[in-house]
């Protein structure tokens, strides 16, 4: 074979024997996951910001020989009692409030009373040796439930509890807004406007510094 048909051969190799070129898949698989939130109770002012130092401040009143009530509101545009349920509690929740402990009492300098004694309506002492008497009432009946941040939720299936008062051993807490299970599985409401009325016994010692620790909770049903 001449240098001539040498050459044809290659330049016919190279024509027709071209390499096959294998490409990588061009379409990646993204994933993610959405996972539902945690069920919670909240107070917060009017852009749903919790507020650091929630209070309710009853108006002043004024020593008696004789029993008085005092009333005050708890849940205002300022502060109001927001929950929040992202996909959290499909069947349902409740949010109530209680003291701190059974045992609490309007703590003041001069003396303390009590929160949760029913005797004589509140207005006298009951079993408790270590305070006089004394007792709070809540009624949310009166409240106004909106529906918070959501976009497409409804107040439908919610219903907010009614007037009750404390009595320790008996009632510890006070239901402020029942959620049946039709309720929204993923909403966020505020309740606003809670009539909240205390009753001070006969000659409760003058003072500016009573105070009591009310807690504010939810549970899934």
Do not use: H
């Amino acid at each position: 074979m001449n240098k001539k048909q040498i050459l044809a051969l290659v330049a016919a190799f190279t024509v027709f024997a071209s390499p096959i070129v294998v490409l990588a898949a061009n379409t990646s698989n993204f994933n993610q996951t959405i996972n539902a939130g945690t069920l919670s109770v909240d107070i917060v002012d009017a852009s749903y910001v919790t507020v650091a130092s929630p209070s309710v401040v009853f108006p002043p009143t004024v020593f008696s020989f004789g029993c008085q009530t005092n009333a005050a509101t708890f849940g205002t545009v300022s502060q109001r009692i927001y929950v929040r349920n992202p996909d959290a509690a499909d069947n349902g929740w409740t949010v109530s409030i209680a003291a701190s402990a059974t045992t609490a009492v309007w703590d003041g300098a001069v003396s303390d009373y009590d929160f949760n004694d029913a005797a004589g309506a509140g207005c006298t002492d009951g079993a408790d040796t270590d305070t006089v008497g004394g007792q709070m009432t809540v009624d949310p009946s009166v409240g106004t439930l909106a529906i918070g941040q959501c976009a497409s939720c409804a107040t439908t299936n919610i219903t907010r509890g009614s007037s009750s008062a404390f009595v320790e051993g008996t009632t510890d807490s006070i239901t402020l807004l029942n959620a049946a299970a039709g309720s929204n599985d993923i909403g966020d409401w505020a309740l606003t406007g809670v009539d909240i009325s205390q009753k001070i016994p006969i000659e409760q010692g003058a003072a500016n510094d009573y105070d009591i620790n009310m807690v504010v909770s939810v549970v899934s049903l």
